[in-house]
């Protein structure tokens, strides 16, 4: 799997829109950037997937540019029910391998 | 059930004894996953079954911890001679494949929680 590096904490208020941007300077052809999200006490929870350029669902944002070493998780006007660690994973298709989650981003929503 | 289920969802133990927390995956998930979490830290990888492949025990922190996985399905994760170190959320996840890429979505359960005193 790439290394990933993304900030260890971040605060926003609610309303707000955050972004977080995660950082895989050896990200290979085939991997995708899939990131999770986990409020506590809970087990993480897919949020969103993608390989290139922009995708969107009902939680959040993806964006990827072109040259694919970095991505950011967009989250639109946020609540304080947003606050959780937010974890970016890149992996290779469809590969039979282990997933190593990093230390995550921890996002605190204040009021 | 619909989702990863998990047992105990919380287990007191003491020092020394042996405990064995349960995983009962999605169904027709080929790829199984432990992780630990200690309180405000990040995951740590434990063991990874796909399929019947040999299971990927490298993040096993000591000869203390095994786990099995029987009939492709439901994985046992054993703490021998528990530490108080070893106090922690365990995480169970299931995918239908290798989760690196479509398809591949990771889906936790919600955990047990092991204090040893």
């Known amino acids: 799997l790439a290394k990933t590096t993304q900030p260890i904490s971040m605060d926003s208020y609610e309303g707000q829109e955050v972004n977080i941007t995660c950082s895989h300077n050896n990200i290979a052809t085939n991997d995708y950037i899939t990131w999770y999200q986990q409020f506590p006490s809970q087990g993480p929870r897919f949020i969103i997937q993608g390989y290139k350029t922009k995708v969107t669902n009902e939680v959040a944002s993806l964006f990827i540019p072109a040259d694919r070493k970095s991505s950011t998780l967009s989250l639109p006007r946020v609540s304080l029910s947003d606050t959780a660690v937010y974890y970016c994973?890149?992996?290779?298709?469809?590969?039979?391998?282990?997933?190593?989650f990093g230390k995550g981003t921890r996002l605190h929503i204040l009021p | 059930g619909a989702g990863v289920s998990q047992s105990p969802s919380n287990k007191v133990t003491e020092k020394g004894k042996d405990v064995e927390l349960r995983c009962d995956p999605i169904?027709?998930?080929?790829?199984l996953y432990w992780y630990r979490q200690s309180l405000g830290q990040g995951l740590e990888f434990l063991i990874y079954?796909?399929?019947?492949?040999?299971?990927?025990k490298s993040g096993l922190p000591s000869d203390r911890f095994s786990a099995e996985r029987t009939g492709g399905s439901v994985s046992t994760l054993t703490i021998q001679r528990t530490q108080q170190e070893d106090s922690a959320v365990y995480l169970c996840a299931s995918s239908l494949v290798g989760a690196g890429g479509p398809r591949g979505e990771l889906f936790f359960g919600e955990g047990s929680r092991l204090t040893v005193l």
């Open positions: 994973l890149v992996g290779v298709l469809n590969r039979d391998d282990k997933i190593i």
């Open positions: 169904s027709g998930h080929t790829a």
């Open positions: 079954f796909q399929g019947n492949s040999a299971p990927d």
